[in-house]
């Protein structure tokens, strides 16, 4: 397996493998790691399609990436998922799998249009005040300290990170900026988790800095994900001939390991209360999804809280991972992820209501209707001074295709879960019934307190639920914790998802688990075609320049707060810059102004210079020497820090 760029490989179609009609495939797990590893076995390995065997313990598919109308319950989103224009794994298999809403659409096509024609953003990212103060403030309000510690970590390396907190890494000074409220609630970091995570995605997506905010860097599907994407991927491999095998629990993968080889000998499994096993050869392919975020969800209804039962163990996956993992170290350490599930779980509700005064109290927030079926809030509103710390949103309407079309289904999380009190209900979250869980929510969208317990009662119908390992993913952890997609030396073993090591890449998206699945195929089937590289973005001198103009609020260079050694480097290149490329696209970027340029010919101004250059711990510097200079000053003084 290798990496590629650009889209020459983009296009190719692979040659079928030697011997590939020999060969089987066995997939655990029907999330979206799987079912593309189902897909790209079909489409690029040329695997045929009645050699593919999925196993997966629920009754239907699609993991985590759910979305559900219970007849008792009602309608269900444990999440929402928010997609990139560079997951370039994703739209290289969605370009292939057909829409099963629009005949004659791929998943891709259906998606680029519908998000071309409607583009997502946010008119309003927080609130405050019961939503009385209700805005998008575009300033990340990042201090010289908070600036400087986002930046010791954007540039560390992975191995100074392992093992290390969000929280080792910043004080107050960060945590009380506009940047951290937006971050930590569009990707749910809390200050105990990885350090080495957060980095990734900020050097994942240096290029949508500018799009935070308001979130226009994000786009979304027309239906809830579960109908969006995961059917039509069962029914591409389906049509194939795979076949799912569902309420089937794979217990445990034995493995023949040494240091040099590993292979996987034999599948064992429980279906229908009835215990059952493969013995596999080396032309048996295994592909393990390790791990789910959402095992051991528990769902409450209108009048119950969920209760969380992990005695009996953790969930299928987490226990299968287990087993495997105490076959060889190369098989990763399960622990480090589940350990605490006050530190990876939160709670998501999901409210159904065709109320009026609801429907005007959420238009009046995000100026939008709500009923329109196009974008409507564009993303989460964060309740700024909720105690639960509660974020919510509203996707096109209608988000099931048999929803009724006078009803508008709001999805809301909460990372404050275990200790604090709501503002409105005066308990702790995880207490709360789907009608406590709802009216919190009403309180902070402004509906008048006498109205709140009623509306919450008779005019919505809310299903809540806990999911105790949801950002289980994101805990301390260092290199060889996940294993790889495939270990060293695996002879016929890939693992599948969130909890799989691949470089560079962000866990807690859709495209993680895509790749993965892509990885794994590639490798175990020798498929020649390049796998695209995760999108380059921290490489591109464009996209770091308008990331640091936008996290500066828009200042330009000599306006950011950095020390005089640094400033007096940079603005002395700028000087170097004149009259070339470099300095257009400055300009352009909004960094710089053509007066920063002008050459320094004033000798008072060059003696000025000389001397901030030489306060800085430089003793020559005389001319446009004092850039170059000054320059190699501020690396010193930046590697003393």
């Known amino acids: 397996m290798y990496y590629s760029s650009g889209n020459y490989e983009a296009f190719a179609t692979p040659e079928k493998p030697e011997g590939i009609e020999k060969k089987h495939a066995y997939i655990v797990g029907t999330g979206l790691g799987g079912l593309s590893a189902a897909c790209y076995l079909i489409r690029d390995a040329q695997m045929p399609g009645e050699n593919i065997t999925l196993f997966e313990s629920l009754p239907l598919a699609g993991g985590s990436c759910d979305g559900l109308h219970d007849p008792q319950k009602g309608y269900i989103m444990r999440?929402?998922?928010?997609?990139?224009?560079?997951?370039?794994c994703m739209w290289d298999l969605f370009r292939s799998v057909p829409s099963i809403v629009n005949p004659g659409e791929t998943i891709f096509s259906e998606y680029y249009k519908l998000n071309k024609e409607d583009p997502n953003y946010s008119l309003c990212r927080v609130t405050e005040k019961q939503g009385k103060d209700a805005h998008t403030d575009r300033k990340y309000d990042l201090n010289k300290n908070a600036e400087k510690q986002l930046m010791k970590l954007m540039f560390a390396s992975d191995k100074e990170l392992e093992d290390k907190t969000i929280d080792d890494f910043f004080?107050?000074?960060?945590?009380?900026?506009?940047?951290?409220?937006y971050w930590q609630t569009m990707f749910a970091f809390e200050k105990w988790h990885s350090a080495l995570e957060m980095k990734k995605y900020m050097q994942r997506y240096v290029h949508h800095i500018d799009g935070l905010p308001d979130l226009s860097a994000l786009r979304f599907t027309r239906y809830n994900q579960y109908e969006s994407m995961i059917l039509p991927m069962v029914k591409y491999i389906q049509d194939a001939g795979?076949?799912?095998?569902?309420?089937?629990q794979v217990t445990n993968v034995v493995c023949d390991c040494t240091p040099a080889r590993k292979t996987a000998v034999r599948l064992e499994y429980t279906q229908d209360g009835e215990e059952k096993a493969i013995d596999l050869t080396e032309n048996d392919l295994v592909f393990v999804t390790n791990g789910a975020q959402g095992?051991?969800?528990?769902?409450?209804d209108q009048t119950h809280a969920p209760e969380i039962d992990i005695v009996n163990g953790q969930g299928p996956s987490v226990e299968l991972w287990k087993k495997m993992a105490a076959q060889d170290e190369a098989f990763g350490h399960p622990d480090v992820f589940f350990r605490d599930i006050r530190e990876t779980s939160w709670e998501s509700w999901t409210i159904d209501t065709a109320n009026k005064e609801i429907l005007e109290a959420i238009e009046k927030i995000c100026h939008r209707d709500p009923l329109s079926g196009k974008v409507v809030t564009g993303g989460i509103i964060?309740?700024?001074?909720?105690?639960w710390l509660i974020s919510w949103t509203i996707n096109r309407q209608g988000q099931f295709q048999d929803q009724p079309d006078d009803h508008c289904l709001i999805?809301?999380?909460g990372l404050n879960c275990w200790d604090d009190c709501g503002d409105y209900i005066q308990k702790p979250m995880f207490l709360c019934s789907g009608q406590e869980l709802c009216a919190e929510w009403l309180y902070h969208i402004g509906i008048p307190m006498d109205h709140i317990d009623e509306l919450a009662e008779k005019e919505c119908n809310t299903t809540p639920c806990m999911m105790p390992y949801v950002t289980s993913f994101f805990e301390p952890r260092k290199y060889g914790d996940r294993p790889l997609v495939v270990p060293e030396g695996s002879v016929n073993l890939a693992f599948l998802g969130q909890y799989a090591e691949t470089p560079r890449d962000t866990v807690f998206t859709t495209e993680y688990s895509i790749r993965t699945g892509m990885e794994a195929v590639y490798t175990l089937c020798k498929v020649d075609r390049g796998v695209p590289e995760v999108w380059g973005s921290i490489y591109d001198i464009r996209d770091l320049i308008t990331a640091g103009v936008k996290m500066n609020d828009g200042k330009m260079i000599k306006d950011w707060p950095i020390g005089a050694a640094e400033k007096a480097a940079i603005m002395g290149a700028l000087k170097l810059a004149h009259n070339t490329d470099l300095e257009t696209l400055l300009i352009r970027l909004g960094a710089a102004e053509e007066k920063d340029f002008e050459p320094?010919?004033?000798?008072?101004?060059v003696a000025d210079v000389a001397e901030t250059v030489k306060s800085s711990g430089v003793t020559?510097?005389?001319?446009?020497?004092?850039?170059v200079a000054a320059g190699i000053a501020a690396l010193k003084h930046l590697k003393k820090k």
């Open 382 to 387: 964060t309740a700024k001074d909720s105690s």
């Open 600 to 605: 320094v010919i004033d000798k008072k101004k």
């Open 242 to 248: 795979a076949v799912i095998q569902f309420n089937t």
């Open 295 to 300: 095992d051991g969800t528990a769902y409450g």
């Open 411 to 413: 999805w809301v999380y």
């Open 79 to 88: 999440g929402g998922r928010e997609m990139d224009n560079h997951f370039e």
């Open 620 to 627: 020559k510097a005389v001319g446009t020497a004092a850039a």
């Open 171 to 181: 004080d107050d000074d960060f945590y009380r900026t506009n940047f951290w409220i």
